[in-house]
């Protein structure tokens, strides 16, 4: 099987449309997962709207789904500068970055749960694109 779903986004609440014709297949493919795959999509979303485009809708922001034969592939791309990356990637335990309750104000939330529901989760050099990849629990 394989299925892509292809989409530009001014702000995240378009979201909504675009996950009525992926979400059968979270459901299918994750089971009780599909939330945790679900949010790890909707942040990046946000992640690009926000701080790739400093919450304004002058330029789409682009999702691509691609349903393979044994994993989600998603991308997401924003017409921002990106952002420095790299410091996230390098802690091996991600407790580290929340010791306290009051750090969950901080930023950095939404790659922390990226990281820890996705199987890879990637960047391109300069920040604005997003991959992330995730097997199938469940097969056809």
């Known amino acids: 099987m394989k299925t892509s779903i292809e989409a530009k986004i001014r702000h995240p609440r378009e979201l909504k449309s675009v996950r009525r014709r992926y979400y059968p297949y979270l459901a299918k493919f994750y089971g009780h997962d599909q939330l945790l795959v ?12 926000t701080y790739g485009h400093d919450k304004k809708s002058h330029y789409p922001i682009y999702l691509n789904l691609r349903f393979l034969n044994t994993r989600l592939i998603v991308r997401i791309s924003d017409h921002g500068g990106g952002f420095d990356w790299r410091s996230y990637h390098l802690a091996g335990d991600v407790k580290q970055w929340f010791p306290t309750l009051d750090d969950l104000e901080q930023s950095g939330r939404g790659i922390m749960l990226m990281l820890r529901v996705m199987d890879v989760l990637r960047y391109n050099d300069s920040g604005n694109e997003c991959l992330l990849m995730k097997k199938y629990l469940f097969q056809e």
């Not at 790890?40 to 709207?49: F, K, L, Y």
């Open 38 to 49: 679900d949010a790890s999509i909707s942040e990046a979303v946000w992640n690009a709207w």
